[in-house]
């Protein structure tokens, strides 16, 4: 397990902008073109953004969370290796894909993912999944395992036998007003997302609504029903890919013990416990993006745990 040491690095709306251009240690390098496409999978219509990179690096598929289009990735997007090919997507329902005629479950996501996947001709990726999207992602590797070659879970949680948030922060999850109402947005922003959105709510307000786009009202329940009754958590001992687990010291909504539950659960895991709360990928893009580029890169991961009730491999 690894942890944020203290640093000089620049709070609130002044750190989101220093981790948008890129990673530490790398040599500044110019932001790779994207394409966005629209597509029809599986009978589905999604909007797709597409950073190709270099021919032979493996794809990073990003699963976004609730509510959010795939804008809200871009300072993290722009803080990764120009030569590493980027895939985003905004769920049916979300952003710019029309919302679907009926709900939908997780358990039925994989075959939409991999669907994707075939259509830009790639046989595996590296898949990320932030808080909602961090259940599609493990949903996809138990799944399709084969189609995923490691796995980056961001302030995540094994669905519903998980260590709930306060009743409070539940009851603001059940509405999208935070990302319809920027002033709304604002005010609940600390009590929601803690971290950088403690120290300055304005950092929330403008992730959520500088460049995001609105999706349908019934986009946002239906992607909220699509997790009813869902756990991982049985399940999670057969998740194979070197796997990374990133998790916020201030998270209200995803409380920090579900990423050490999960941890200690994944056979193959690293996990990172940084400063900061939900929306930190963004908010401060190259510290995480640099913790990313380091595991995508690197050996596989292996579970270390010290002490008594830790387990070692």
């Not at 993290?76 to 709900?103: E, H, K, N, Q, T």
């Not at 930190?280 to 640099?290: P, V, Y």
Request: charged share 20%; net charge positive.
């Amino acid at each position: 397990m690894t942890a944020d040491q203290p640093s000089s690095e620049p709070a609130g709306k002044d750190r989101a902008e220093a981790g948008r251009g890129w990673i530490p240690g790398r040599p500044r390098k110019a932001v790779a073109p994207e394409r966005m496409r629209i597509l029809s999978v599986g009978g589905r219509t999604l909007r797709v953004s597409v950073r190709e990179g270099t021919p032979g690096w493996p794809p990073l598929l990003l699963c976004n969370g609730i509510g959010v289009s795939l804008e809200l990735f871009q300072p993290f997007v722009d803080a990764l290796d120009p030569r590493r090919p980027v895939i985003r997507f905004d769920m049916p329902g979300v952003g710019g894909s029309p919302a679907p005629v009926m709900p939908y479950h997780l358990v039925t996501l994989p075959s939409l993912l991999t669907g994707l996947l075939d259509q830009l001709g790639y046989q595996q990726a590296d898949v990320l999944g932030i808080s909602w999207g961090g259940a599609l992602a493990q949903q996809l590797t138990l799944s399709k395992p084969e189609r995923v070659r490691r796995l980056v879970l961001v302030a995540t949680a094994p669905g519903a036998l998980m260590v709930p948030a306060s009743p409070s922060v539940l009851l603001r999850m059940l509405s999208p007003r935070r990302h319809r109402d920027p002033d709304y947005a604002a005010r609940v922003a600390g009590e929601l997302y803690g971290g950088s959105a403690r120290e300055d709510p304005i950092v929330a307000r403008n992730l959520l609504h500088a460049t995001t786009r609105l999706g349908p009202a019934w986009g946002y329940y239906y992607q909220l029903l699509a997790g009813f009754g869902w756990t991982s958590l049985p399940f999670l001992p057969r998740l194979r890919p070197p796997t990374l687990i990133l998790a916020g010291d201030d998270d209200p909504i995803i409380p920090v013990v579900n990423a050490k539950i999960m941890h200690h659960l994944i056979p193959r895991s690293d996990l990172h416990i940084y400063r900061g709360g939900h929306l930190e990928l963004a908010a401060d893009a190259g510290r995480l993006g640099a913790v990313v580029e380091s595991f995508l890169d690197g050996e596989p991961a292996a579970t270390t745990i010290t002490g008594a009730e830790g387990k070692q491999q």
